[in-house]
């Protein structure tokens, strides 16, 4: 969707390296800033890659100071459009920093998922390869992990005919010694061709290092070069349609007429392809909650689901979609990580492109823990005490559980030999409760011994990282109690007891920058406990606190971003002055 984007900027970059309107430097700001806006970064770094690219073929044969005006008015449009985009791109630099990758991928990470040469073949016929609609496309370990969607490069045959038709053109031109008009626009299609493919084959191409270098090393998915690739034979196909019809000339109407017939066929061979891999169905059946949904909805606490990618992958990468079963629609039972935000159901586990150091740590505990096979899903005594301690309210399964602790049946649903069924844990801890038992685990191997340890209960215990929060033995017992009385997503307030000499006020929410905590209206520092929850400390008495989510990245980005959008509004108006002013210096 982000990359949809790019053909309009690259028109608009194109304007403003030809053109010295100012609106157009003002256009593009504008275009590039919306693609920041859409929250996928690396289709922003293609689009900047083609435009980049695009820009030096441009200026290939024009003299030194054209190419330098060319390259300063696109150099002022991107700080522009970065300028408006402040408001995304300083959070997002501030997530990375707390990722677990914040320098970059190594080169092995950053080229997971790369082109696998087979898949040229989808350039004539999508499913050549299989149809994953219905269950005849190779397992994703086939390709490395790599999966259809990634990896299909079908843009109908008229594209390839036209990219055939206009090189053997511009080919023939060159070997006569003459030169096409606006020939940069082939080179630049020529070239973009040739450095995305070498780009998205990734670990298999020759240029693999480039995946260790700045800003490349930020991303994984090389195959997505394959967008370029294909933007690249559109261009010039679009290319040779347009010398053609200057070429024709009186013929024009009939050659149009001609164009057009061509292109219906073009729409009629992409929805023929677009048919045979969606599936189809009544929104309204999809979009209302199926009855489990619903009972875990009233359970008001977090959600862990297990053995549910297991049960997918082994029914769809089989049988697919499309053949005439409900099992597709009865997975839907099963909040899932993102799309339990439909259904407004907290889970515990997250599915990311890019993930938090701190959450990635508790869920690599949880893993080691919480081992599933085709068959059965086997919950260790440490595996509990973890779920206890991460607020696993509802444990719902595909899968039948080994576990010794037995968990009381919340409901269950079955389909066609699927079972799929919702566990109460009633041990679960709250949001927020008060601790007086400390327990100082520095690193990951202490905090499994820690958890694994009969002495450590959750609700009485926390994990610190921070020796100057130990507490002293004698606060061990009932720490006191904790009521929420307002809760919204970037402040909340509540009410603590604390009966002992003191107490951690431990929050189950992530422990990021920007969170502050205001007791009794004085500020308090928060520290990390249970290796990504927030934690305070607090004497005995009652205390009003308030938690608020002002981080400093979203206030000065949008600062940033004000200013830079004023300034690009204004451009047209005040580029043309400052420019005179600049000739007549001269």
């Known amino acids: 969707q982000s990359l949809s984007m790019t053909p309009l900027i690259l028109a608009l970059a194109h304007r403003v390296l030809s053109g010295k309107n100012a609106v157009w430097i003002s256009l593009f700001a504008l275009a590039l800033s919306q693609q920041l806006f859409t929250g996928s970064p690396q289709p922003v770094l293609l689009t900047l890659f083609m435009i980049g690219l695009y820009a030096v073929l441009m200026g290939y044969g024009q003299g030194l100071a054209l190419s330098l005006a060319s390259v300063g008015r696109l150099t002022i449009a991107i700080i522009l459009a970065l300028g408006i985009g402040a408001i995304q791109i300083l959070p997002s630099a501030e997530m990375l920093s707390q990722s677990t990758s914040p320098g970059g991928f190594s080169p092995e990470e950053a080229s997971y998922y790369s082109f696998p040469l087979v898949h040229l073949k989808t350039l004539i016929d999508p499913f050549i390869l299989g149809n994953p609609k219905i269950g005849t496309y190779p397992p994703f370990t086939t390709f490395d992990g790599s999966i259809f969607w990634e990896n299909n490069l079908y843009i109908g045959w008229i594209p390839l005919i036209l990219l055939f038709l206009s090189l053997a053109r511009y080919y023939l031109v060159a070997s006569q010694g003459s030169t096409l008009q606006n020939s940069s626009v082939m080179i630049f299609c020529v070239v973009a061709l040739g450095a995305s493919f070498l780009l998205m084959l990734g670990k298999y191409s020759p240029v693999y290092l480039a995946y260790s270098v700045w800003p490349l090393n930020l991303f994984r998915v090389p195959s997505r070069f394959a967008w370029i690739f294909l933007i690249a034979i559109v261009s010039a196909s679009a290319w040779f349609l347009t ?3 200057q070429r024709i000339g009186r013929w024009n109407g009939l050659f149009s007429v001609m164009v057009s017939i061509v292109l219906a066929i073009h729409g009629v061979q992409l929805m023929g392809a677009f048919w045979d891999y969606h599936a189809f169905g009544q929104a309204r059946l999809w979009l209302t909650a199926p009855p489990l949904i619903k009972k875990i909805q009233a359970t008001k606490g977090p959600v862990r689901t297990i053995g549910v990618e297991l049960v997918h992958n082994k029914q769809f990468l089989k049988t697919g979609w499309g053949t005439p079963n409900d099992t597709y629609k009865f997975l839907t039972n099963v909040p899932s990580p993102n799309g339990n935000l439909y259904w407004n159901i ?28 085709e068959s059965v899903a086997t919950i260790s005594a440490t595996a509990k005490r973890i779920l206890d301690l991460y607020h ?10 080994d576990i010794k602790i037995l968990l009381p ?4 649903t079955e ?10 844990n009633a041990q679960a801890l709250p949001r927020a409760y008060l601790a007086t038992h400390t327990v100082f685990a520095p690193t990951l191997s202490k905090v499994a011994v820690a958890l694994a340890h009969q002495s450590f209960i959750p609700g009485v215990s926390v994990l610190i990282h921070d020796q100057s929060l130990t507490l002293n033995s004698e606060n061990r017992g009932e720490g006191g109690t904790v009521e929420i009385t307002h809760d919204e997503p970037m402040r909340f307030t509540m009410t603590a007891h604390v009966s002992a000499p003191q107490a951690i006020l431990v929050v189950g929410d992530t422990y990021y920058p920007g969170w502050k905590a205001m007791v009794n209206g004085m500020q308090t520092p928060i520290y990390p406990v249970n290796i990504k929850e927030r934690g305070i400390l607090l004497p005995k008495g ?45």
């Open 415 to 424: 389909s066609a030999g699927l079972r799929i069924t919702a566990y109460r």
């Open 392 to 401: 696993g309210a509802s444990i719902v399964s595909a899968l039948p559980l």
């Open 542 to 586: 009652v205390h009003k606190v308030v938690w608020t989510y002002e981080p400093a990245s979203f206030a000065l980005g949008a600062r940033i971003s004000i200013t830079m959008l004023m300034l690009t509004i204004l451009f047209p108006m005040v580029f043309p002055l400052f420019a005179v002013r600049l000739r007549t210096s001269a």
């Open 409 to 412: 049946v919340l409901d269950a």
């Open 346 to 373: 907290v889970q515990t586990d997250i599915y990311a492109g890019r993930f938090l150091k701190r959450s990635s740590l508790v869920e690599s505990l949880m893993g080691s823990e919480i081992k599933s096979s």
């Open 243 to 245: 010398r053609m019809t």
